[in-house]
């Protein structure tokens, strides 16, 4: 083993030597620029509601065939949208509107969501249930009714679909122009 002699300064390898500290710097900064950058997690919110290229509009109606092929589905039309109540707020608040079988009244709820990973949590007013919101492809949302269910007012009416039992606790719901919504 060849130590190098006490009080001298030990040689680094000829390359190194010849390489300027400012080089190595230089090429240090430019290796960590070329790596990729992680992605940062996207809620929900901000990949199917917020931006311009979002209208904030999802929508199902759904057909007498798969009515009929859904018998314990009450639920003929959804409609959700953002509200105009949670501009400028931290947290969306949304509007769930319904229609169902049996009368011709339109049902309302309205829910205060928060993020929850890439999804939104979301309970209804007065305790009226909750639901969580995911983003699907082809700019689609589900919604999933929490066991306790989702409670609906109407002007003449109100109802509550059960969150354990029957067809009407999750909703595939397309994106729709926000005239759709208005």
């Not at 049996?102 to 890439?118: T, W």
């Not at 949590?121 to 007065?126: D, M, T, W």
């Not at 492809?137 to 109802?159: H, M, Q, T, V, Y």
Request: glycine letters at 8%; aromatic letters at 8%.
């Amino acid at each position: 083993c060849h130590l190098p002699a006490p009080g001298s300064r030990p040689r680094l390898a000829a390359h190194v030597e010849r390489f300027p500290m400012r080089a190595l710097l230089l090429l240090a900064a430019t290796a960590t620029l070329a790596l990729p950058a992680v992605a940062e997690a996207q809620n929900v919110y901000q990949t199917h509601f917020a931006g311009s290229a979002n209208s904030g509009c999802f929508l199902r109606n759904y057909d007498t065939a798969h009515l009929a092929s859904h018998p314990d589905q009450w639920v003929t039309s959804m409609m959700l949208t953002i509200s105009p109540l949670s501009s400028g707020g931290n947290a969306p608040i949304l509007e769930l509107f319904v229609t169902r079988r049996g009368d011709d009244y339109n049902y309302h709820a309205r829910a205060y969501c928060q993020f929850a990973g890439d999804a939104l949590s979301c309970q209804l007013a007065n305790d009226a249930g909750a639901f969580t919101v995911v983003g699907q492809k082809n700019r689609r949302i589900l919604l999933e009714s929490s066991p306790d269910g989702l409670g609906f007012r109407g002007s003449n009416a109100a109802f509550t679909l059960s969150g354990t039992t029957g067809d009407d606790r999750s909703f595939l719901l397309r994106s729709m122009s926000s005239d759709m919504c208005n």
